[in-house]
């Protein structure tokens, strides 16, 4: 691990944020899911729902994303990006991660937010569980914790499913042989 500095996290305690979790399950163990989602190609997963954008491409990802420390910037698909860091990693049940920087709308109405992934076992499966926490800017949490929010738990909820999918259709593809 080449990123020893210690990590500034954007959220603490005192702050008044605006938390959005959406779950679903998966036919995968918790480390299966994590191993495959963790890592995920994020043009894959996050596609336009309106009115947000994709992902498009990511760039300059200092290491792999398996602990603490490596950052890079996601590009959307309306050509703004922003600054994402993994802050946290714990092989096989959480993940988390801040973004920071927007160059889109995300810049008027937050200072950044936090996501964090969990993978839990349930049954012969995961529950997955992906929360975001909108630290917003002052004088816009009605506008987050409002209007904002169901849109976002919309968009959430189909990059979530789209994961799952993915992440499942692989791991059955690599185990089977089949590489369609």
Same mark, same amino acid.
């Given at each position: 691990?080449?990123?020893?500095?210690?990590?500034?996290?954007?959220?603490?305690? !005192?702050?008044? /944020?605006?938390?959005? /979790?959406?779950?679903?399950?998966?036919?995968?163990?918790? !480390?299966?899911?994590?191993?495959?989602?963790?890592?995920?190609?994020?043009?894959?997963?996050? #596609?336009?729902?309106?009115?947000?954008?994709?992902?498009?491409?990511?760039?300059?990802?200092?290491?792999? +994303?398996? #602990?603490?420390? *490596?950052?890079?910037?996601?590009?959307?698909?309306?050509?703004?990006?922003?600054?994402?860091?993994?802050?946290?990693?714990?092989?096989?049940?959480?993940?988390?991660?801040?973004?920071?920087?927007? /160059?889109?709308?995300?810049? %008027?109405?937050?200072?950044?937010?936090?996501?964090? +992934?969990?993978?839990?076992?349930?049954?012969?499966? /995961?529950?997955?569980? +992906?929360?975001?926490?909108? %630290? *917003?800017?002052?004088?816009?949490?009605?506008?987050? =914790?409002?209007?904002? %929010? *169901?849109? +976002?738990?919309?968009?959430?909820?189909? !990059?979530? =499913?789209?994961?799952?999918?993915?992440?499942?259709?692989?791991?059955?593809?690599? @185990? @089977?042989?089949?590489?369609?």
């Amino acid at each position: 691990m080449e990123n020893a500095r210690p990590i500034t996290l954007l959220i603490t305690s !005192a702050d008044r /944020t605006v938390p959005i /979790t959406v779950q679903q399950r998966s036919r995968l163990a918790p !480390a299966d899911s994590m191993a495959l989602i963790g890592p995920i190609d994020l043009s894959r997963v996050f #596609h336009p729902l309106a009115p947000f954008p994709g992902v498009a491409s990511v760039a300059n990802q200092t290491e792999a +994303w398996d #602990h603490p420390g *490596p950052s890079r910037n996601p590009q959307f698909t309306d050509g703004s990006q922003a600054d994402e860091q993994l802050i946290e990693y714990t092989a096989g049940s959480s993940f988390a991660y801040q973004l920071t920087g927007f /160059t889109n709308i995300l810049s %008027k109405l937050a200072f950044g937010i936090r996501g964090e +992934w969990t993978f839990t076992p349930d049954g012969e499966g /995961t529950l997955i569980r +992906w929360s975001y926490e909108f %630290k *917003p800017l002052p004088g816009r949490r009605w506008i987050v =914790a409002g209007p904002f %929010k *169901p849109l +976002w738990r919309r968009y959430m909820m189909a !990059a979530l =499913a789209r994961c799952v999918e993915a992440s499942e259709s692989d791991f059955y593809s690599s @185990t @089977t042989g089949d590489q369609s």
